[in-house]
């Protein structure tokens, strides 16, 4: 049947996984492998281990990418659902929506993902608004660009494919796992069904932590244009790095360095404090931020 794998880092999971049990069938079984959270997770996750839910703790944190990668060592299913552990189930169908889809030559099936219609406090409005514009699509909008619209918070693998498409190691910092692993399976042929069974993010990041983050998978994504080989693919699938490119090609990287030298500060405080960010200007301190950091 089903394996639902769920990394879990600093996140109470018990709403999740009790979600989750109420819907298990069969040999289905829950997976935690938490990756090295602090003692106060840690003694709230492991009070849900039982016969049905197994709970693994790292002592290391070994990043995004890896830990996806670990599940393979404990589950035991021939189906692998992935679950980021700030995920909420919103349907009592959620299960059952990919347990459809099983022995009928589907390998990979993404879910989507929603934010709350309710606007957040102004301290979070830029992930929510982000997350509401830029990730809460139609299974039908997701896949007009199948490949670049996979995410890892909600998708179910075949694991014998998973044994063979992995996520890539070689990403430490923050971000941009999903990118790669998404452009590796359009490189073998593999194809994704997008379906309307998307979970709810409750979990929306504060302005400031959400900019920190997306410093982060900037960095993240430098350090996989360096060592990846195949950049052509990269600026197909990322946009940014596209404009980027384009940038350096015309030689006129000189100038949007200035440009964010003199304004970058000031794009910054009105992602921070505006009521109603521009995601425009979000993508422009993207783009200067990606621009100023060491190739």
Known sequence: MISVCIPVYNFDVTDLVNALLLQLEGTSEIILVDDASTEKFQQI???????????????KNVGRAKIRNLFLEYAHNPYLIFLDCDAKIISTNYLLNYRTLLNKNIQVVCGGSIYSEKLPSSQQVLRWKYGRLRESKPAKVRSL???????????????????????????????????????DLEENNISIKHIDNPVQNDDV?????????????????????????????????????????????MKVEWLFSFFFFLFG??????????????????????LGYYLGLKR
């Open 145 to 183: 660009s199948s490949y670049s619209s996979f995410m890892t918070s909600n998708f179910m693998i075949k694991k014998s494919l998973f044994e063979e498409i992995q996520f890539d190691e070689r990403i430490v910092l923050y971000g941009h796992e999903d990118t790669l692993f998404g452009i």
């Open 45 to 59: 996750n492991r009070t849900l281990a039982s016969s049905k839910v197994k709970l693994i703790e790292l002592e």
């Open 205 to 249: 990041d504060s302005n400031d932590v959400f900019i920190k983050k997306t410093e982060l998978a900037l960095m993240s994504l430098t350090q996989i244009h360096s060592f990846y080989s195949g950049k052509e693919r990269l600026e197909k699938h990322i946009s940014l790095i596209r404009v980027a490119s384009k940038i350096r090609r």
């Open 265 to 286: 500060g000031a794009l910054k405080k009105h992602l921070l404090r505006s009521k109603n960010p521009s995601l425009n200007i979000f993508n422009l301190y993207k």
